[in-house]
């Protein structure tokens, strides 16, 4: 079957986007720039469909193999959920005029639309504001601009590779967001790798390993990322475990290595309770700390919750920072899909320091005790604006401590 330039340029018809400009470098030595296919080719060649010959040319004058032509029809109907009517119609077209080639090469197509389709991509855009006053230490506050994007790969039946790429910009400063580096403040401008792992399905087990996300009960010990693995048996059931092992560094001589284990029993839809216990281990201290816990979640009415728990560091023997429990009651939630969706919360948090590692919360730190509440509202789909109020006093010396926190999240 004889294809030239004439049916890729068709197909770059297909697959083209929708702006009504293209300005791409030419890809193709044989194509120069006031070609009448210019834009349809290079157009083409961005999008994937076509990669020319090794010596940086396009021989739109040769044959191709159907197979070839197969390629671009089959990625051309793997677009059609961003295409317009029009452009469908004539993927459609297209696939009713090459179907015997089509039908011809069904298994390698395929699995070519498979893999077109095997990556999934979401992310959100998140402004953020902080005020907070603790005690003699003066008032700070917190402008950054956050930006983050989250692939998930299938591999096979059973298992996907995820990850997560995070830039922070100190949008009052107009520069990278602020972290420490060995005690030392930096402004760093790249991009992070927060997480990458494999995620593990098989029968009732689940198992994760790399650089991997992990929350505790209602996120009063520890959540963050960390690198090492978990794996839970019974999940979706009334009776689950996780038990974890991995190390995690803040860069200030924090947290070096931390096992866990997980117990969690849902006996209704409405009920959740669990237990838990941490192993955490510190650079400048090689003795390890012991943190327990006890937490449960009940939902009433299908718009209300009620959650509580307590936590100890019971390796830790001053009082002031070897507690922590959390009281929380919140109505509703902002669901990003749904516009003006909206959820209410207000609690009373105590966080030890030696014992809620890595908090959840955002305008409570560890350390700190008091009342926390706030809302958060759907302003269209996929928009959620948040704003958190925190009262209360340090645990350590015991001063008045607030803050008021903000957020606007772009999801997509």
């Given amino acids: 079957m004889k294809k030239t330039l004439t049916a890729a340029l068709t197909t770059a018809l297909v697959v083209g986007a929708a702006s009504t400009t293209f300005a791409a470098a030419n890809p193709f030595s044989d194509v120069p720039a006031d070609h009448w296919a210019y834009d349809a080719v290079a157009q083409l060649a961005d999008d994937g469909v076509i990669e020319g010959y090794g010596d940086g040319t396009y021989r739109g004058q040769n044959e191709i193999t159907r197979y070839e032509m197969a390629q671009m029809v089959a990625k051309a109907m793997a677009k059609e959920d961003q295409v317009n009517a029009q452009q469908k119609a004539m993927i459609d077209r297209l696939a009713a005029e090459f179907s015997e080639e089509l039908n011809n090469l069904g298994v390698r197509v395929s699995n070519l639309e498979s893999r ?113 693995a978990a794996v839970t048996v019974g999940a979706g059931h009334k009776f689950s475990g996780t038990a974890l092992a991995g190390h995690k560094s803040d860069g200030e001589g924090g947290l070096h290595n ?40 009940y939902a009433f009415a299908k718009t209300a919750a009620l959650s509580g728990g307590y936590w100890r560091n019971t390796s830790d023997s001053n009082g002031a920072s070897n507690k922590a429990w959390n009281v929380e009651l919140a109505y509703r939630g902002a669901e990003p899909e749904n516009m003006h969706s909206f959820g209410l919360f207000v609690a009373y948090r105590r966080l030890g320091a030696n014992t809620a590692l890595i908090p959840t ?29 925190f009262n209360g006093r340090t645990i350590k010396g015991d001063a008045k401590a607030h803050a008021y926190y903000g957020s606007l999240e772009y999801f997509f």
Avoid at 152 to 165: F, P
Avoid at 263 to 284: G, I, K, M, Q, W
Avoid at 364 to 387: C, H, M, P, R, S
């Fill in 258 to 297: 931390m096992q866990g284990l997980k117990l969690n029993v849902d006996p209704t839809e409405e009920f959740h309770a669990a237990a838990e216990y941490y192993r955490v281990s510190r650079v400048s201290d090689k003795d390890y700390d012991h943190v327990w816990g006890v937490g449960a979640k």
């Fill in 116 to 228: 077109i389709d095997n990556v999934k991509w979401t992310g959100k855009l998140q402004y953020e504001y902080k005020y907070q006053k603790k005690g003699d230490e003066g008032k700070t506050a917190t402008n950054n601009l956050k930006f983050r994007l989250e692939p998930t790969a299938t591999v096979n039946d059973h298992w996907k590779v995820k990850a997560r790429l995070d830039a922070d910009w100190n949008a009052e400063r107009d520069q990278g967001a602020e972290r420490k580096i060995e005690g030392e403040d930096v402004h760093d401008n790249a991009v992070k790798l927060k997480r990458a792992y494999v995620a593990g399905h098989y029968g009732i087990t689940d198992i994760n390993a790399g650089l991997l996300p992990y929350t505790s009960e209602q996120g009063v010990v520890f959540d963050d990322n960390l690198s090492g």
């Fill in 361 to 389: 919360f955002d305008a409570i730190d560890g350390g700190q005790k008091g009342w926390e509440l706030g809302g958060d509202y759907t302003f269209a789909k996929n928009v959620v604006g948040t704003l958190k109020y």
